[in-house]
């Protein structure tokens, strides 16, 4: 059953941040038992872009949302919603959504944050759409946005390395016929949950002298676990989507999958029988930012002149929960 929206909504702009420093593998290799080659072939990450101590991500997604104001020569005072995509908010209360707005002046926004991972964005897109949909809103805003280095484990090796800094933005909007979301599907697994989590830090178990001391107020990940799990649900809920829309892969301009883990996207993309160019990639400089990855890289494809209005894109992602979900849309400016 495809999942439409009672009117066309589509992305009219873009935007993205990341943090000045840059971080190599070879600067990781300096500080702990790793190495270039090490990162590389088991990730297609060489480099991730971290913040400076009491950096929020609020700091990120005020810039990243900006930028894609300016390129739709739109006031912040237009906005009518701002939704933000982040496991790493600036406080648990209140939501990085109300400091956006106030940072951003955009006087006329109700805001909210959600969480759902790596899965973040795409589950706010739909969102942010289907308000737009009902009638009772004409312009919000999407933001995904994490700080991914203030959760990790520097001595975890297996994980530390994999994560980076950022945040990317779009502008959602009513559009002609034939353009913006065509159909999209968000799942929930909440028995694989332990393979991707932090331990403390909510209600469940509060922070303590005993939590800090066990570093539970880090990333805890079963690689191999969350491996076969990636490959599986993007690849299988992508051919479903195509499938069930009636379009083959060849007709997709674009792929853009979770920057998770380069493997992961190669399985994927090989299952689906897409050529590599087809296929956008930033892993490699910016590595996992978590709900930044999808909306950083549709940035960059558009600024690349990789796609077109009308062009055909497949959004592919999964994350902690366990989250996943595909959106398809045809490209809308």
Known sequence: MTRQLARPVGITATGQCYPERRVTNDDLSKVMETSDEWIRSRTGIGSRHWVEKGVGASDLAVPALQMALDQRGMKPGELEAIIVATVTPDTMFPATACRV?????????????????????????????????????????????????????????????????????????????????????????????????????????????????????????????????????MAEGSRAMLDRNGFLPSDLKLFVPHQANMRIMDAAAKRLELPSDRMVVNIDRYANTTAATIPTALHQAKEAGRMEKGDLVLLSAFGAGLTWGTVLLRWAY
Request: charged share 20%; aromatic share 8%.
């Open 101 to 233: 707005q106030d940072a951003i002046g955009a006087k006329n926004a109700f805001g909210f944050d959600l969480s759902a991972a790596c899965s973040g964005f795409l589950y706010a897109l739909t969102t942010g759409a289907a308000l737009i949909a009902s009638g009772a809103y004409s312009k919000v805003a999407v933001v995904g946005v994490d700080v991914m280095s203030s959760i990790m484990n520097m001595e975890d090796r297996a994980t530390c390395v994999l994560f980076g800094d950022g945040a990317g933005a779009v502008i959602l909007e009513p559009v002609p016929e034939g353009l913006g979301l065509i159909d999209f599907e968000h799942r929930v697994d909440g028995s694989g949950g332990c393979i991707l989590h932090m331990p403390a830090g909510g209600s469940k178990k509060p922070a303590s002298h005993a939590t800090v001391e066990a570093k539970e107020h880090f990333i805890h990940q079963s690689g191999s676990e969350v491996f076969k799990f990636a490959v599986r649900e």
